[in-house]
């Protein structure tokens, strides 16, 4: 991220492009948001104690909050200097710009695949936000890259384009941010992980030798840790004892 911000903010402040530039911006983001869901990661990884019963997963939750707003921050900002640019019409941007964003959206699109994919494995919420901080860069990058060809090729009259590209890709990076914060905040609130979870929480406590009927059953997420709370009726046989898995 460091190699890709320095390399398109300077390609695009020499070959005229504000799209180039933005997304330059938005690379900068980026180092920031995984240095936040870094620290998220390790405050949530940490074990319970006396004043965290339920551990530390929360932190996480709270990490890809973070990241989702300075993500609609930074899509707010390309907006309006998008539009102030759509008013000053500048120099057409130079045609190396294209080759170096062919680059950036090939890296991009492959570390969103690939840190995704981590997410979903571990199942953490500030992962796959960052994740999505890839995606949202190539995004940028692919409106980028049509801004500046159409500039290119329609010539003269046409140098805004360049603008309304990175007006374009800003409207879809302030979506997946404003998206991503609402998970974010649902498991903040303690919202249901899915009724996948939950009927296999049913399904193998109906397994339990004398267990008759499941009375309630309750299941949060935090971080990467699932909690649930659960009561069931049991025969008169049976012997009642609090289990924790």
Not at 66 to 95: D, F, Q, Y
Not at 141 to 159: D, P, W
Not at 208 to 217: D, F, L
Request: with cysteine; net charge neutral.
């Amino acid at each position: 991220n460091v190699v890709l911000a320095i390399v398109k903010t300077v390609a695009g402040i020499l070959g005229n492009s504000y799209a180039l530039i933005a997304d330059g911006i938005e690379s900068i983001m980026d180092i920031i948001s995984s240095i936040i869901v870094w620290g998220g990661i390790k405050i949530g990884s940490l074990p319970a104690d006396d004043n965290h019963p339920y551990g530390h997963g929360k932190a996480e939750s709270l990490a890809a909050m973070i990241v989702s707003v300075v993500l609609v921050g930074v899509g707010v900002e390309i907006a309006i200097e998008s539009m102030k640019g759509l008013h000053n019409p500048h120099h057409t941007p130079a045609a190396f710009t294209l080759i170096v964003l062919i680059a950036v959206v090939f890296i991009k699109e492959t570390l969103f695949r690939y840190i995704f994919s981590v997410g979903k494995d571990v199942d953490s919420i500030s992962v796959k936000t960052d994740a999505w901080h890839h995606r949202s860069d190539a995004i940028t990058s692919v409106a980028a890259f049509i801004g500046i060809s159409i500039a290119l090729i329609g010539g003269k009259g046409y140098e805004s384009a360049d603008n309304w590209a990175a007006l374009v890709a800003s409207a879809i990076i302030v979506i997946n941010g404003i998206n991503l914060f609402r998970h974010a905040v649902a498991e903040i609130m303690d919202a249901s992980p899915g009724i996948k979870i939950e009927q296999s929480v049913r399904d193998i406590a109906c397994k339990v030798p004398g267990v008759v009927a499941i009375e309630k059953c309750r299941v949060r997420k935090s971080g990467q840790q699932i909690f649930v709370d659960i009561h069931v009726i049991v025969n008169a046989n049976m012997t009642v004892r609090k289990a924790h898995d």
